[in-house]
């Protein structure tokens, strides 16, 4: 199997790195490698990785420190991705350890020495369910996560309970949520007005919307005037 996705191995023991990243090229995958945690987040940043093999013990951080900024990255604000798949790799052997990872945030946790064969089957495991989150059209905005499978929003981890149309507003809104949407344009795609329709349906269920997403640290619904509206502030 071809994998043609960037693996990014963040692991400072030189002879660790330098054999996964060789048997990882050999299966297939795109590879890159960092030995610190300030790169590593900048490699993130920048190659975009599909997963990050991530050691705990780095040059000038620790792995943890690593999968908090990734996990508490907001999707606008940088280019870092909340969703991004992590396996932690680490030698320590500890049930502590290992439930501090998936606390955290891991995808997975295996602990050195490992098996390459074990290792390449959980990297091709963990994959499978990043695609199966995207194949779902999961979007996930900051804090707020909406899935048009199960119609299911979460604000900070807290349920949000929506009426129809009210979700399909935030939805719209969601798919590009710094972009401004005109009125019309909202009250065609979300209600089927194919003419002028009334601006007030659509004042009052982003009124409504507005006031369910609260309390955050972020402002939801902003009310561009003249215009229309848009999910959120860029910044």
């Known amino acids: 199997m071809n994998e043609q996705r960037l693996v990014l191995v963040v692991e400072d023991d030189e002879p660790t790195r330098s054999f996964l990243l060789e048997n990882l090229a050999a299966d297939g995958f795109r590879v890159a490698g960092a030995t610190g ?23 000038g951080g620790s792995g943890l420190e ?3 900024r990734v996990r508490s990255a907001d999707g606008l604000a940088s280019r870092l991705d909340p969703d991004l798949p992590v396996i932690v790799l680490t030698g320590r052997s ?12 891991a995808d997975d946790h295996l602990c050195k020495p490992f098996l ?3 290792l390449l089957a959980r ?21 707020l996560t909406l899935d048009p499978m199960t119609r299911t929003v979460r604000l900070g ?14 939805h719209a809104l ?12 909202l009250l065609r795609d979300v209600w089927g007005f194919l003419s002028e329709g009334n601006t007030r349906t659509l004042d009052a269920h982003a009124c409504r919307l507005r006031k369910k997403l609260r309390p955050s640290t972020r402002p939801w619904i902003v009310n561009v005037r003249g215009v229309g509206y848009k999910l959120t502030e860029a910044v």
């Open 37 to 59: 945690a300030t790169e590593a987040l900048r490699a993130i940043e920048v190659r975009q990785p599909a997963l990050v093999l991530l050691d705990l013990r780095l040059e």
């Open 66 to 68: 690593v999968l908090d």
């Open 94 to 105: 500890g049930e502590a350890d290992r439930v501090r990872s998936f606390a955290r945030g």
């Open 116 to 118: 390459y064969a074990e």
């Open 123 to 143: 990297i091709r495991a963990v994959l499978r369910r990043a695609d199966g989150r995207r194949t779902r059209g999961i979007l996930r905005v900051g804090e």
């Open 157 to 170: 981890g807290r349920r949000v309970e929506l009426s129809a149309k009210e979700f399909a507003l935030l």
């Open 174 to 185: 969601a798919e590009q949520p710094a972009r401004v949407y005109g009125k019309q344009e």
